[in-house]
T-cell receptor, first 115, second 110 residues
Framework: GAGVSQSPSNKVTEKGKDVELRCDPI?????LYWYRQSLGQGLEFLIY????????KSGLPSDRFSAERTGGSVSTLTIQRTQQEDSAVYLC?????????????FGPGTRLTVL | GQNIDQPTEMTATEGAIVQINCTYQ??????LFWYQQHAGEAPTFLSY????GLEEKGRFSSFLSRSKGYSYLLLKELQMKDSASYLC???????????FGKGTSLLVTP
């Protein structure tokens, strides 16, 4: 596609349920990042992937959060046993390669609401 | 860790110039980015600075002083469509993820 796409655009779930959020990066982009944006807070880094290298998971807030990237393209962020504090907009970004000056292109995000 | 500060809100008049400041404290530095985010939309890239000085790109310019831990985004000839949140982000010294400030919400008035 022309840009980074994410699905669903909105997700409402009940506390304790598991959710999966999907990200389709720009074709040919080898690096993929997940961030979340809580109300009144800045974007918070969660995890990034580069090719077949081990992902940098240093931003994941707890072991309830995990992410996979299959075939070097699509990524899924999974949140298990959701809590109300998980409510946020989850943004995915991709870049052509992993480099310090490389622009990250963001998707529209998934708004997660945990009741 | 990294601490990134920017004003929460600013208001400016159409046609005017506005400067949005960003200060940061970091244990390592690999560059500073500015992103624009309209309400309900994805952030879009505006600029990247890694060396001291001013980078100009059309109506937008970005300045960096590494010794002072300071950057600003300068918007000239403001237009109504410039009303948005402006995000300052520092590239972590280890790895490639961005650390973002909370953003500055700019309102351009007629």
């Amino acid at each position: 596609g022309a840009g980074v796409s994410q699905s669903p655009s909105n997700k409402v779930t009940e506390k304790g349920k598991d959710v999966e959020l999907r990200c389709d990066p720009i074709s040919g982009h080898t690096a993929l990042y997940w961030y979340r944006q809580s109300l009144g807070q800045g974007l918070e880094f969660l995890i990034y992937f580069q090719g077949n290298s081990a992902p940098d998971k240093s931003g994941l807030p707890s072991d309830r959060f995990s992410a996979e990237r299959t075939g070097g393209s699509v990524s899924t962020l999974t949140i298990q046993r959701t809590q109300q504090e998980d409510s946020a907009v989850y943004l995915c970004a991709s870049s052509k390669r992993l480099a310090v000056n490389n622009e990250q292109f963001f998707g529209p995000g998934t708004r997660l609401t945990v009741l | 860790g990294q601490n990134i500060d920017q004003p929460t809100e600013m208001t400016a008049t159409e046609g005017a110039i506005v400067q949005i400041n960003c200060t940061y404290q970091t244990s390592g530095f690999n560059g500073l980015f500015w992103y624009q985010q309209h309400a309900g939309e994805a952030p879009t890239f505006l600029s990247y600075n890694v060396l001291d000085g001013l980078e100009e790109k059309g109506r937008f310019s970005s300045f960096l002083s590494r010794s002072k831990g300071y950057s600003y985004l300068l918007l000239k000839e403001l237009q109504m469509k410039d009303s948005a949140s402006y995000l300052c982000a520092v590239l972590r010294a280890a790895g490639y993820a961005l650390n973002f400030g909370k953003g500055t919400s700019l309102l351009v008035t007629p």
